[in-house]
């Protein structure tokens, strides 16, 4: 069963409530009825153990990121990428192609998913490092901060 990612001090991870609150009207904005939560997902930490790249997937549970262990650990520029790539899922639907979902990422909050070559994995999501304080204010804002921060 996933948890709650977290990294708070004396508080278990399961007792993190995380979600990303968004309005506009993107396509991104208009398919977020309800809050995205982020959790900690034994699924997604068997796949990172398949596949180095990949750290976190969407569709398993609704409105949810599940992310794996690895993922907390990752550079802030490659988390948010990779983070973002995710929301771009939610918004731009099951079917939607993984340019699409960066493409909506872009519209909605300006931000280029970039991907890169890395000791993290190969063609993995990453944001600029110039673009990260800017994420994590966005991310603050919509609610996610205590669930990814260290």
């Known amino acids: 069963m996933p948890q ?8 278990p991870a399961s007792a993190q409530t995380t979600c990303v609150r968004n309005s506009g009207d993107s396509r991104l904005a208009a398919n977020f009825k309800n809050p995205i939560k982020v959790l900690h997902c034994s699924e997604a930490d068997a ?17 949810v990121i599940c992310v794996a262990s ?19 899922h939610l918004g731009a639907g099951q079917d939607a192609s993984e ?6 990422v872009k519209e909605y909050i300006g931000v280029k998913i970039h991907y890169r070559d890395g000791k ?5 999501e990453s ?3 110039s673009d990260v304080s ?11 901060r205590n669930a990814i921060s260290r």
């Open 4 to 11: 709650a990612v977290s990294t708070r001090r004396k508080q």
């Open 47 to 63: 796949e990172h153990r398949k596949a180095k790249r990949q750290y976190a997937h969407t569709f398993h549970l609704r409105n």
């Open 70 to 88: 690895a993922w907390i650990n990752l550079p802030e520029e490659w988390k948010y990428g990779i983070l973002l790539h995710e929301i771009g």
């Open 99 to 104: 340019r699409s979902a960066n493409k909506d």
């Open 120 to 124: 993290y994995g190969n063609r993995l």
């Open 127 to 129: 944001i600029k490092r």
């Open 134 to 144: 800017f994420v994590e204010s966005w991310l603050k804002i919509q609610g996610v």
